[in-house]
């Protein structure tokens, strides 16, 4: 892998509660995870990213920190998280954790401090208002859950703000005491060896709020100290960030006017994840190929993160209303399946009709993106969602292992789990699982290994160059390529019902014996390129030439 390690990376992203119960209380844990590591090696995951491990009410899902220097005694130890990075880095896998600075727990100590008194030292740690802000009513990112951004405090006698839940207090970045915090935070962790961080809401982390301004100030030099900062305690550390926004303004999220890659290293493209729901939606490549030619160009270093499923809901914000409503009647048609009137709280299994030629088009389309590929935990074998659980809680149910009680996920009573396991219907743990998957070298989980390491025999994709082929193509046929100095691989892949041709001998020149090194079904030679095959929802991975060849 090269110096930009993360260019070339496979995320896993997973919640340790939900994930492997390895004393049997009903939580999983750090000792849990550990020993699925091989599991995960064996996946050819190299880098993992744990959602929040700090100590919480978990009101939100741990979102909710009390303590940013610590583990939740649920899920373990320091000492056993230190054994977790020391275990991981022996089967070359990396580690980066959410850092959730934006806001703390109202049950901080911090925040129970600053409203205890307007001398405490903490007091300006926070956003104030001593009258009611004019914009109390504006900006909230849960629609339907939340109804304010600014909430009055009887014990402060003042009104304090918060982006998120009225819990979630947020912390005053125009205050240096709290950058100075913040980059300690950073330190801390890396000292024990995490590889870097995935920054949560990082566009309400550089606001410099201001009551009643709804359009407040934003400071893109905070995330240049940041990067500093961190590549000083670390060098090879990665800043994953995410920040939905409008396509003209993440370039300054990656680096500064004259063109330097000296913030975030690594963005999640939502723009990309809009664009390819709608694609699988119409089963039709043009919003794709329009995402691929708007593309911002980004600095040396830049990074785009990939996904189809993470833990939050399918976003649909940046998408038309029209567009939405297309997305929304193929894969959220019942109410339930929506949340905050922008997205859908579903998996993509059950979504795709738990259609397997649908699931591998779909991944596989995803992974020969530029940029880097990020996986939820549960994807490679196909898990369903729990639509009786609240909000997101729908796909954070328990990891499927196997056919033993609770999917073997924890020998705990059914009623003390975290989280109840999905035992019910075509995604119930008695069909989906890995231990029957395992078993079984034409299951989705060997597929998505296969898939894998296929990937990671092709650098280009992940650190090259990506195009868009402009060939005439069937209706339905997205045609693209990657280029690096390893070489070239180009990219059929059908989101239509029929079985098509197209014409690539445009490529045969550049071409050095060009094979599948991956595809749907077999196909046969490839010949002059000039009538290429692909089935309905099916695809292709060609190598093209070698970079020795090129």
Known sequence: ?????????????????????????????????????????????????????????????????????????????????????????????????DLVVNHTSDEHPWFQSARSSPDSPYRDWFVWSDTEPDDRHQGMVFPGEQNETWSYDRTAKAWYYHRFYKFQPDLNFANPAVRAEVKKIMSFWLQLGVSGFRMDAVPFIIELTEPGNPNSPKDFEFLTELRQHIQWRRGDAVLLAEANVEPDQLPTFFGDAGGSGNRIHMLFDF????????????????????????????????????????????DLSRLTTEQRNQVYAEFGPDEDMRIYDRGIRRRLAPMLGNDRRRIELAYALQFSLRGTPVLRYGEEIGMGEDLSLPGREAIRTPMQWSYQPNAGFSTADPEKLVRPVIDKGEFGYQKVNVTAQRGDSKSLLAWFERMIRTLREAPEVGSGSTSHIDVPAPAGVLAHRADGPTGTMVFLHNLGTDDVEVDLSSLEAEADLPNDVLADRGYGELGKLGAVKVSGHGYRWIRLCRGAAC
Request: with cysteine; charged share 25%.
């Open 1 to 97: 892998m090269g110096d930009r390690w993360y260019s070339e990376a496979v995320v896993y992203c997973l919640d340790i509660d939900t994930y492997a119960d390895s004393d049997g209380d009903g939580v999983g844990d750090i000792r849990g995870l550990i020993g699925r590591l091989d599991y995960l090696a064996r996946l050819g995951v190299t880098c993992l990213w744990l959602h929040p491990i700090h100590p919480s009410p978990n009101r939100d899902d741990g979102y909710d920190a009390t303590d940013f220097y610590n583990v939740d005694p649920r899920f373990g130890t320091l000492g056993d998280f230190a054994e977790l990075l020391h275990q991981a880095q022996n089967r070359g896998i990396r580690v980066i954790i």
């Open 271 to 314: 723009m990309l994840n809009g664009r390819l729901m709608l694609a699988l939606a119409r089963q039709d490549p043009e919003s794709l190929i329009e995402a691929l030619r708007d593309t911002p160009t980004l600095p040396v270093g830049g990074q785009w993160a990939t996904f189809l499923r993470n833990h939050d809901e399918i």
